[in-house]
Nanobody, 122 residues
Framework: QVQLVESGGGLVQPGGSLRLACAVS????????IGWFRQAPGKEREGVSG????????YYADSVKGRFTISKDNAKNTVYLQMDSLKPEDTAVYYC???????????????WGQGTQVTVSS
């Protein structure tokens, strides 16, 4: 059974940092890429960042470029999203999912986690 579990969310002040983790079981990250998405209340789910199955290719939404960094630890079968210089508009529930692609096309993603809340507020 494939399972993705997000963790690391919380409340942080503007300008602060958080590191999210996506722990994967039931499949190997050597074979699948991972994408991070977020969804704020009343808004559509949007792509944030992704990493290819080999880890050599990463991609980011324009809104987070230069502030967020995605990485993976194959030994732990876990993908991380380091979020720095956080802004109130980053507030959302963050989800991870598996993919064989390299875009933010939702149709290319499956095995969604339950999400972790990130709130950026003073």
């Amino acid at each position: 059974q494939v399972q993705l579990v997000e963790s690391g969310g919380g409340l942080v002040q503007p300008g602060g940092s958080l590191r999210l983790a996506c722990a994967v079981s039931g499949l190997s990250l050597d074979l699948y890429g991972i994408g991070w998405f977020r969804q704020a209340p009343g808004k559509e789910r949007e792509g944030v960042s992704g990493i290819s199955r080999g880890g050599a290719f990463t991609y980011y939404a324009d809104s987070v470029k230069g502030r967020f960094t995605i990485s993976k630890d194959n030994a732990k079968n876990t993908v991380y999203l380091q979020m720095d210089s956080l802004k109130p508009e980053d507030t959302a529930v963050y989800y991870c999912a598996t993919t064989l692609g390299r875009t933010f096309n939702l149709n290319d993603y499956s095995n969604w986690g339950q999400g972790t809340q990130v709130t950026v507020s003073s």
